[in-house]
Nanobody
Framework: HVQLVESGGGSVQAGGTLSLSCAAPELIYTYTQYCMGWFRQAPGKEREAVAAITTGHGSRYYVDSVKGRFNISRDVAQKTMYLQMNNLKPEDTATYFC?????????????????????WGQGTQVTVS
């Protein structure tokens, strides 16, 4: 388990833009690749995957509902992952979490499964009205 610290989020009108960050100061990016993911959970609903990225090659994965609107990226030197959210919709309202998993989770097709991740951030609220 490693510490993950999210920041960003907030309230915005539909069609607006928000950006989230996830700092992972304990991850050793230099020699080890990881699968880093963004998830979200709306009240009364299960936590669902949004996007994921490998820290080394930067391979990206998205759920269909955010393709073309959200962009996941990472800064290896800063040990930080980002989620740029454009054209936000009310249905994007949720608490957003970042998570870390072994590299194999991304490349093996399990990036959208919450049980594959062993480290989670505290969550940050995104509200779209």
């Amino acid at each position: 388990h490693v510490q993950l610290v999210e920041s960003g989020g907030g309230s915005v009108q539909a069609g607006g833009t928000l950006s989230l960050s996830c700092a992972a100061p304990e991850l050793i990016y230099t020699y080890t690749q990881y699968c880093m993911g963004w998830f979200r959970q709306a009240p009364g609903k299960e936590r669902e995957a949004v996007a994921a990225i490998t820290t080394g090659h930067g391979s990206r994965y998205y759920v269909d509902s955010v393709k073309g609107r959200f962009n996941i990226s990472r800064d290896v030197a800063q040990k930080t992952m980002y989620l740029q959210m454009n054209n936000l919709k009310p249905e994007d309202t949720a608490t957003y979490f970042c998570a870390a998993a072994q590299f194999r989770v991304c490349v093996g097709g399990g990036w959208s499964r919450t049980d594959e991740y062993n480290s989670w951030g505290q969550g940050t609220q995104v509200t779209v009205s």
